[in-house]
């Protein structure tokens, strides 16, 4: 359990791992993450899971390299085991046959987008998906995520490729194209701002829309509650209660703040932890 | 007996401590233990009752005068393993029991001078033995053929496992954590109970013969249902604890440093956040602590908060100190580390920065009205007395509720109102072949009564398994 069958560099700073994990395998759905750690001494940290194949036993993950933890993890090998494997946790996603559904992805959250748009897609939805990054260089799945949906719009921040701008502009077209309200729902999931901006746009149209939290985690069974969340004022856990939310009901600002209560150790931590790192390959 | 008995003291002899002044700035325990002197005289002043009260006051019923008669005779590994044949964690045990409601209070020296000091002997036999390597393994019985899976590494679990294993079951435990031990490890901090202790008396369950799978949450990676079907086992013994953390509901509350105990302490104990950056996980570090409860939990939050370089630390109770549910020994040793006691007072509201951090906490006084329903004095706000205090990092530990990742998958497992599940006095639930113990049955309580609840189910799985395998119902007699 746990160990690395395949390891791919899906973009800059992006891995993808295919990780031997039968049990999970076999209870996977779309939206349930996983809680993995690198070694002993390292944080545990949640990832949602991308794909599995219950017949081989395997799950996919994907990992952008964002602080010492990440780092960590990226720098495990082929044939090398994670030092613990935790899942599947939280909520699966809420997945019901409807005419059409909108599936935003921001940067890494391709990866979780993914299995919940096969899904759609399987059970006969219309699937109208935009993937949106800061540059060409940084999307990746753009095939599999293509061969879940009928129409598949790319947004980059430079416009390297696709559209030049932000997810959010091809969203609100869609709504305003949408008289007859065939878009049942939206999913965004992403980076923080990307599914407030998300959830703000479609709000007036009010139309259904889901966003999975990337929260401070630490068990992810819902024992800390260091994941928590405010909806409309009612506070929930991320872990147990998530990982996806109604995003018209989340308090983006507290989530916000609530991510950046460690950026100064991590910042430490990750520039002690380059520091050893030179000193090692020097 | 003797014609000429010597003096015996009537106080115990006392036990070395790291100087308070010290151990603020470190982790390491802080009572250092008995010599083999000081073990020696301590045991001595045992007057070997014939009815001893104290063996009724144990959880586990250890033999009390036994193990203390063989460490006054300086046989010290056969005291520890006297002790082992009930408790298979004597040194957890003999360094957080509250020994002063159990044991010790039933002592008969204690009615003209103070009790044996039976916890302090309990960890001196258990450490003797690990630290000179005299553990023996005992004689498992012959293989019975049957597989129990246990639920949870916590007390209750280790002893329903080093109990059945040694009847000649197989035992598997399952635990959600990376590490077992459960709230040996996430919960209890280092300087009250080193983790290479806990790691060692796992150890020695594992040299016995117990399996233990890591990273495990039953009710989400496996089921109860399958643990019976393809997993093959037997029967199946619950013991997940408590863990689900309460929170007051109070406005900023889910400001960034404020916490539960349960994520604070197990930031610092299981992920060794105070080792940070050696260690991964980060912790927020307060200047002014203010820790919102009078339990043990809440000791162990201050406390910590005060080694992890805290100038003031506030437990902040809403009743008196004589209500508080702590420990006597917790309560002093926290105030010898200069934790402030500001009882009678409750948190209002958190108010917090620009950056969403915690920067003020307005706390309510009361006085103490009417008994409750727990025969406590109903704490009242006083109206109009409010005050203010300027605090960096708050941990609200004010209990904690029935997690429900397995109870709520698994079926036919009966619950009560508050989510913990049903379960009689051998442990026996609903469900015919599951038994439950511990904190998830009986809410938070202490790390033995845990272990007698174990040591209860350890004994009914075991007649369950080489009788007919019919479970009698009896639900007149079950704990609601």
């Known amino acids: ?282 | 007996m003797s014609e000429k008995k010597p003096e015996r003291r009537k106080t115990r002899v006392p036990m070395p401590e790291q100087d308070p002044g010290v151990r603020i700035s470190n982790f390491k325990e802080v009572p250092l233990g008995y010599t083999p002197e000081q073990a020696r005289e301590e045991a001595g002043r045992c007057l070997q009752c014939k009815k001893p009260f104290c063996v009724e006051g144990c959880p586990v019923n250890v033999d009390i005068p036994g193990f203390l008669r063989l460490i006054a005779e300086g046989r010290f590994a056969e005291a520890a393993q006297r002790i082992k044949a009930t408790n298979c964690l004597p040194a957890v045990c003999g360094r957080v029991c509250p020994q002063e409601t159990q044991c010790e209070e039933r002592c008969v020296l204690g009615k003209k001078g103070e009790p044996a000091a039976i916890g302090r002997l309990e960890r001196f036999a258990a450490d003797f033995e690990r630290e000179n390597n005299l553990i023996r393994l005992p004689t498992r019985a012959d293989a019975t053929g049957k597989k129990v899976a246990v639920v949870g590494a916590g007390p209750a679990g280790l002893t329903v496992a080093g109990d059945l294993i040694l009847l000649g079951h197989e035992v598997t435990i399952f635990e959600a954590f990376h590490k077992p031990g459960g709230v040996l490890m996430y919960g209890i901090p280092e300087f009250r109970l080193p983790k290479d202790i806990v790691e060692k008396e796992v150890e020695y369950l594992r040299r016995l013969g117990v399996v233990i799978e890591l990273n495990q949450v039953i009710g989400k990676s496996i089921t109860v249902d399958e643990l019976f079907g393809e997993e093959g086992f037997d029967a199946v013994f619950i013991g997940v604890g408590a863990g689900l953390p309460r929170f007051m509901g109070v406005p900023g509350e889910n400001l960034g440093g404020v916490y539960s105990a349960n994520e604070y302490l197990t930031r610092s104990n299981l992920m060794k956040a105070y080792a940070f950056p050696e260690y991964g996980t980060p912790i927020v570090r307060g200047r002014n602590v203010c820790v919102v409860g009078g339990g043990n939990v809440a000791m162990d939050s201050a406390r910590t908060a005060r080694r992890l370089g805290a100038e003031n630390v506030y437990i902040l109770y809403r009743r008196s100190r004589e209500e508080m549910p702590a420990r006597a020994e917790e309560i002093h040793h926290a105030e010898q580390e200069g934790i402030i006691f500001k009882l009678l007072c409750a948190p209002l509201e958190y108010t917090g920065d620009e950056r969403g951090m915690v920067r003020q906490v307005r706390c309510q006084e009361m006085e103490l009205g009417e008994p409750d329903d727990s025969g406590r004095r109903r704490p009242v706000p006083k109206p109009g007395a409010e005050f203010v205090l300027e605090t960096d990092l708050v941990i609200v530990a004010i209990g904690s509720g029935a997690n429900p990742v397995l109870t709520k998958q698994t079926k036919d497992l009966g619950l009560n109102r508050r989510g913990y599940i049903i379960a009689n006095e051998a442990g026996r639930t609903t469900r015919a072949g599951v038994w439950a113990g511990g904190d998830i049955v009986t809410g938070s309580a202490t790390v033995i009564l845990a272990m007698g609840a174990g040591k209860a189910a350890a004994k009914d799985i075991h007649g369950y398994l080489c009788g007919d395998g019919q479970v009698v119902q009896s639900p007149g007699s079950f704990r609601q």
């Not at chain 1, 973009?11 to 809680?35: D, L, M, S, T």
């Not at chain 1, 966003?211 to 985690?217: A, E, H």
């Open chain 1, 1 to 282: 359990m746990g160990k690395i069958l395949h390891k791919a560099e899906l973009a800059a700073k992006i891995f993808e791992y295919v990780v031997e994990a039968p049990r999970i395998a076999r209870k996977a759905q779309p939206g349930h993450f996983v809680v993995v750690m690198a070694n002993e001494r390292s944080e545990r940290v949640p990832l949602t899971i991308a794909d599995f194949d219950r017949q081989r036993g395997t799950i996919s993950l994907v990992l952008m390299v964002v602080g010492t933890s990440t780092m960590q993890l990226s720098a495990l090998k082929e044939g090398e085991t994670l030092y613990a494997l935790i899942g599947p946790l939280g909520r699966p996603s809420e997945i019901e046959a409807c005419d059409t559904v909108v599936m935003v992805a921001g940067g890494v959250g391709t990866a979780p987008v993914y299995p919940i748009a096969r899904a759609y897609f399987d059970l006969g939805s219309r699937v109208i998906s935009i993937q949106g990054s800061r540059t060409k260089d940084l999307l990746f799945w753009t095939d599999r995520l293509t061969s879940v949906s009928h129409q598949h719009i790319i947004t980059t921040d430079d416009g390297s490729a696709g559209r030049k701008g932000l997810v959010t502009e091809p969203l609100r077209e869609l709504l305003q194209a949408d008289p007859a309200h065939r878009i049942a729902c939206v999913y965004a999931i992403g980076p923080a701002v990307m599914m407030k901006a998300c959830a703000k746009c479609t709000e007036p149209f009010g139309v259904k829309t889901v966003v999975s939290l990337n929260t401070v985690m630490v068990d992810g069974t819902g024992m800390c509650g260091g994941c928590r969340v405010e909806l409309r004022g009612q506070t929930r856990f991320t872990c147990a209660d998530g990982p996806e939310f109604d995003g018209h009901l989340v308090d983006w600002e507290k989530l916000l703040s609530r991510q950046k209560i460690y950026s100064q150790q991590e910042k430490c931590s990750l520039d002690r932890y380059v520091e050893q790192w030179k000193e090692r390959h020097e």
